[in-house]
Structure formats: structure tokens, C-alpha cells
């Protein structure tokens, strides 16, 4: 099965690889019982690779640390998404895509929410394939498209997701692999059908980060695998702001997105020509 999966695809295993790893750690930030299940053959040798990159023998480190990245990102969504649920108005969660997150069974959810996870046939056929026999811990649906596809919006509807009712939707590991224009496309399709007072969470790079030197050893490990970056951004808040959303944007190692673990200096957002991640997260006008 891991074949037939695309080279953006195949990064879902790279994150099911990575939140394995962190489950094994007795200091780990969030456990995800399922993740084992979901690497596939090829998530450990991805992760090999990103680990050979980040953190090479003969020198010192100078990429950020994916591992410690991954874990401070999958505790900041939990909790994100799990505050967003305690809102009895918040009926509705769409992941977006949803790769090989495990959130709807590892997780426990108000009986008032709604889950739908939406990506690609082929990552949802072998994430199902894996789980069989898992029951989610909430009303869960599938959306078996892919999010360029023009009639995605009908096809969630489809599956019972209701556009006049607020929602929260968690953009995770997406922004990076498509173009500006995509991007920019993405948003403007969320925002038309997410009611005032939606709430919305993703991670984002700055421009900067696709460009560094010392960042190619990073990039290029993306690059050959399929799946450049080719997206960020210095105005997280400007970016959504144009499509109506009001939000912040969090670096880890900052407060409430560090939980101990962030192993860098965080600097200050007029300093230029630094690599920066941001977890934006804000609500719908």
C-alpha cells in the first residue's frame, strides 16, 4: 500500500514515524498509541533521513529540531482542537488534510462534535487499513478527496458537515508543499463555508525558511523525496486577515508552544533573515 502513495503523501508517514518516536519517550508531551500502526514500511527510513540531516556526526546542528518541532506541534493542535470542542456551539472539526492523525481515536471528545477528516483516497484507504478493527472516540466521517479537486466543498457537505454552523478547522502540514496561488486558494475556499465564530489553527514557515543556506540540508531532503517546500510567509496574521480570519501567530519556543522542549533561541519578529515556523490560530469574523 505505502506505493501507492504520492510523495506528499508519503510525508503523513514521516509524522506517524515522528509521534511513534516521541510515544517512546518517558518525557513525551502527548502519547499516540496508534502511531506505531500508521508508519507503514517506509515512515522509519524517512525518519532515518531527517535524523541523519538535523543532526549530523561530525558537526553541530543547525537545522531546527524536526523531532522535538513535531511533538511541540501535535500538543499545541491537541490542545487547540480539544479547547475548540469544549464550546458546546463547536459542533463541527475538520481536519483538512488528515494525513495519519490519529486525534479521533486517541483522544476523547464531547458527544456534540462532529469529526471529518478529509484527504486523498489513498492515504484514507491505507490509514483505514491500518485502524481496522479501532473504533474513533467520536462521530467521525471521511472525505475521500483531494483538496484541489473543485467540488470538495459539496463532497464534505455530502458527508454531513452543515456551512451555517460554526467549525474548527486544523490546516497541518499543508501551507509548506503548495504554491502562493493555492494557498491563497485554500483559504479563500475555508473561509466560504465556515461560519462567523469558526475557529482555524495551521503551521506556516516564513519566506525566509525556504531560502536560508543552512536550511538546505532540510529542503533538499524534501526536495528529493517529491515534496519541495514552496510556501511561506513573514504575515501569518496579514494572510488570513484577507480572507477574514482573525488570528495570532505562535513560534515554538514561545510561550504556551514550548512545554519544555524547544531546544532554540526564539527571535524577536522584526529580526530579518532568521527561519521561523508559526502555529496560527484565530477565529472567523
Not at 28 to 41: C, H, I, Q, T
Not at 59 to 69: F, M
Not at 123 to 136: D, M, S
Request: one cysteine or more; aromatic letters at 10%; glycine letters at 6%.
Amino acid at each position: 500500500m505505502p506505493a501507492l502513495l504520492d510523495p506528499v503523501e508519503r510525508t503523513a508517514l514521516l509524522t506517524a514515524a515522528l509521534r511513534a518516536a516521541e510515544t517512546r519517550r518517558e518525557d513525551r508531551l502527548y502519547e499516540d498509541p496508534f502511531a506505531a500502526r500508521l508508519v507503514g514500511d517506509v515512515g522509519p527510513e524517512l525518519l532515518a533521513e531527517i535524523r541523519a540531516a538535523t543532526f549530523p556526526p561530525d558537526r553541530p546542528r543547525s537545522l531546527p529540531s524536526t523531532p522535538d518541532y513535531n511533538a511541540i506541534r501535535t500538543r499545541f493542535f491537541d490542545d487547540f482542537l480539544h479547547g475548540a470542542a469544549q464550546d458546546p456551539r463547536m459542533t463541527q472539526i475538520v481536519l483538512a488534510p488528515s494525513g495519519m492523525d490519529s486525534r479521533a481515536y486517541r483522544l476523547r471528545w464531547p458527544e456534540h462534535i462532529r469529526y471529518f477528516e478529509v484527504d486523498r483516497p489513498a492515504v484514507l484507504e491505507f490509514k483505514a487499513e491500518r485502524l481496522q478493527g479501532v473504533a474513533p472516540q467520536v462521530t467521525h466521517r471521511t472525505v475521500a478527496v483531494d483538496l484541489t479537486a473543485p467540488d470538495w466543498e459539496k463532497r464534505l457537505v455530502d458527508a454531513g458537515y452543515d456551512a451555517s454552523l460554526p467549525s474548527t478547522w486544523l490546516l497541518e502540514g499543508l501551507l509548506y508543499y503548495i504554491p502562493e496561488p493555492d494557498t491563497h486558494r485554500m483559504l479563500e475556499r475555508v473561509a466560504a463555508i465556515s461560519a462567523p465564530g469558526s475557529r482555524i489553527a495551521a503551521d506556516l514557515v516564513n519566506a525566509a525558511a525556504l531560502t536560508l543556506p543552512h536550511m538546505r540540508g532540510l529542503l533538499d531532503v524534501f526536495a528529493r523525496w517529491g515534496c519541495p517546500w514552496l510556501f511561506g510567509s513573514d504575515e501569518p496574521e496579514a494572510l488570513f486577515d484577507r480572507y477574514g480570519f482573525d488570528v495570532e501567530a505562535t513560534q515554538p519556543g514561545e510561550p504556551g508552544a514550548d512545554f519544555g522542549r524547544w531546544p532554540d533561541p526564539v527571535p524577536a519578529r522584526e529580526v530579518k533573515d532568521v527561519r521561523r515556523v508559526f502555529f496560527v490560530h484565530g477565529r472567523r469574523r
